[in-house]
């Protein structure tokens, strides 16, 4: 496998409006809380804008890319260009909604609003995807929420253990 790739999904960060911070900060977190599991700037990066064909385009072709973890980072909420969801549930064969279901249930305390995301989570083959809200300090939240959970994850998805150790 290829290892991990961030998306971030934004108009106004492809149309060059706005620098793109989120994909950064959660290129950093990943680098910082699992250093073995990519070599330093290694970690894929794709910028799309909030369109639909344009994501699934992208995710398909990182998937084809044999990438066993993709984070998108935008495009979950109730806002008319917010398509993120639609367009994984295009791309992916099954759902993983208990990753989502952590992220809202784990940021909420702190933040009342999460449970207006919409982020899905789900595998196409061998490789996880997971919907990240579009702003640094919820993507970096969620993705804190559910990291000590993705080595196992990608460890059964790509047909390793079938049952916890611990």
């Not at 290694?42 to 044999?66: F, K, S, W, Y």
């Not at 549930?89 to 933040?111: F, H, K, N």
């Not at 919907?131 to 993705?150: F, K, M």
């Amino acid at each position: 496998m290829a290892g991990f790739a961030v998306v971030t999904i934004s108009d106004r960060c492809s149309a060059g409006l706005q620098v793109d911070a989120t994909g950064p900060a959660v290129v950093r977190l990943l680098s910082q809380q699992w250093p073995g599991a990519n070599p330093p700037g290694t970690i894929g990066r794709g910028l799309v804008p909030d369109n639909e064909d344009a994501i699934v385009t992208l995710l398909g072709e990182l998937c084809h890319q044999e990438y066993e973890l993709i984070l998108t980072a935008g495009g979950t909420g109730l806002g008319p260009r917010d398509v993120t969801p639609e367009a994984t549930r295009r791309v992916i064969d099954r759902e993983v909604p208990g990753l989502a279901e952590a992220m809202r249930a784990g940021s909420a305390p702190g933040y009342r609003f999460a449970w207006l995301s919409r982020a899905v989570a789900g595998l196409k083959g061998k490789t996880l995807i997971v919907n990240l809200p579009g702003s640094e300090r919820g993507a970096v939240e969620n993705l804190s929420v559910i990291l000590p959970l993705l080595p196992h994850a990608l460890d059964v998805a790509a047909g390793g253990a079938l049952h916890p150790k611990d």
